[in-house]
């Protein structure tokens, strides 16, 4: 997988744009799906589908609007997993709950800020109007020394 997976992402994140939001929904879709799986494994039943879709509408909203549309957008998943919650009553249900609200927290809005990095970074580094590809670079840089062997 790395031989053909580290030199996509790189790839996907020189472009940006939409490759890179299409790289950080499949990250997201695929790290999620096996962070509740890990959970499933003792017994735990996470709302797997439904927090990988939450969490692909909020990276959705993150590209498209502003930080304070994200936060919005966060507080109305945590409204929709709430009311699932007090939907369903099985065993079990609270902490399936807060699972379905870490995995979004732990990866889905760590994910979100990445891109917002990437695409906002070019306007938050340059001074004037110039153009300055500082995300792209800054994120290759950290791509690069994430997988370096020490």
Same mark, same amino acid.
């Given at each position: 997988m790395a031989l053909w997976g580290i030199p996509l992402i790189l790839v996907l994140s020189y472009l940006g744009s939409y490759y890179f939001l299409a790289l950080i929904l499949l990250i997201n879709g695929m790290s999620l799906w096996e962070f509740y799986t890990i959970y499933q494994k003792q017994n735990f039943r996470a709302y797997r589908s439904m927090g990988v879709l939450l969490s692909s509408i909020l990276i959705l909203i993150n590209f498209w609007y502003s930080v304070e549309a *994200?936060? =919005?957008?966060?507080?109305i998943i945590i409204l929709v997993i709430v009311f699932r919650h007090l939907k369903i009553s099985e065993p079990n249900s609270s *902490?399936? =709950?807060i699972l379905t609200f870490a995995g979004i927290l732990y990866i889905s809005l760590f994910l979100a800020i990445l891109l917002r990095v990437r695409t906002q970074m070019e306007s938050w580094m340059s001074w004037d109007s110039t153009p300055n590809p500082s995300g792209k670079y800054f994120l290759l840089v950290w791509i690069y020394l994430a997988n370096m062997r020490v």
């Open positions: *994200l936060f =919005t957008v966060f507080l *902490l399936n =709950t």
